[in-house]
């Protein structure tokens, strides 16, 4: 938990529905932040129209969301997200899985007990309960109550609707930046785009499924299912990517860094 220099805050807790003091919850876990911060201190990027990169040196939290017990819940989870998406990234060839077409994958750790499943739902849960700036563009409207739930049986088939896909970044601006989760529509060849949300750690990209309907082939066949290994797909660079303009231009054009500020 970061250091803090103000009063514990009652509130009503998102998880629990009590009035309780509030602690400050993380969005994303603060340990994605240290990995960021050798030779600088992070920036929180927002796809948000208007928003500023903001120097965040241990990431973003909220005071106005969680209670402490509930906070805890988050943990095994976070921990989990830590081991496989900064512990376990490193790009070693015996990760690299081929499809036998000149395709291929890197192999993500995940257990069978749905915990990396948690672990990125339960990002999105919290920046869609926050009232930070960067996370004002998340509604998940009746999915918020359906992934709580899921989050409460994550064994369970509720869950499972909202799985993703991951692609794995090698190169220093796919390392180096990360954002909080914001909406991302998959165009289809018939019928409207399907909804979802991207964030990004450092060196991963994760789009979150938040629609009932499937994945559309052939990103059906690459989507995290329990049960099954978890592959991510390569992309060299975010830098080549229109996905990943705007966030490029911030470290390549100097005029557009953050103040020195510190919020
Ligand atoms: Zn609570």
């Known amino acids: 938990m970061p250091s803090r220099n103000h009063e514990q805050r009652a509130g009503i807790c998102a998880w629990c529905n009590e009035s309780k003091k509030l602690v400050d919850a993380h969005i994303i876990p603060s340990a994605f932040y240290d990995s960021l911060s050798d030779g600088g201190v992070p920036l929180v990027l927002s796809s948000l129209p208007g928003f500023r990169p903001k120097k965040r040196p241990s990431g973003t939290y909220d005071s106005g969301i969680l209670c402490e017990d509930c906070e805890r819940r988050f943990s095994p989870w976070d921990d989990y997200g830590v081991h496989v998406f900064r512990d376990q990234a490193h790009l070693e060839n015996s990760r690299y899985v081929s499809d036998g077409q000149g395709g291929r994958y890197f192999q993500v750790e995940s257990n069978a007990d749905g915990r990396l499943l948690c672990f990125v739902t339960s990002v999105l849960w919290r920046a869609s309960v926050s009232t930070q700036n960067e996370y004002m563009r998340i509604r998940l409207g009746p999915h918020a109550d359906l992934i709580k739930h899921g989050l409460l049986n994550p064994l369970g088939e509720s869950l499972e609707k909202y799985s993703f896909v991951i692609t ?85 054009n100097p005029a557009s860094q953050p103040s020195s500020k510190i919020k």
Do not use: C
């Open 168 to 252: 794995r970044f090698t190169d220093l601006v796919g390392n180096k930046t990360m954002t909080g989760p914001h909406p991302f529509s998959i165009q289809l060849r018939h019928g409207s785009p399907l909804n979802a949300y991207v964030m990004s750690l450092p060196g991963w990209s994760l789009i979150v499924k938040v629609d009932q309907r499937n994945w559309p082939t052939p990103l059906d066949q690459i989507a995290y299912q329990l049960g099954k290994p978890t592959l991510a797909l390569m992309n060299e660079s975010k830098n080549y990517t229109g996905h990943w303009k705007g966030i490029t231009e911030i470290f390549t």
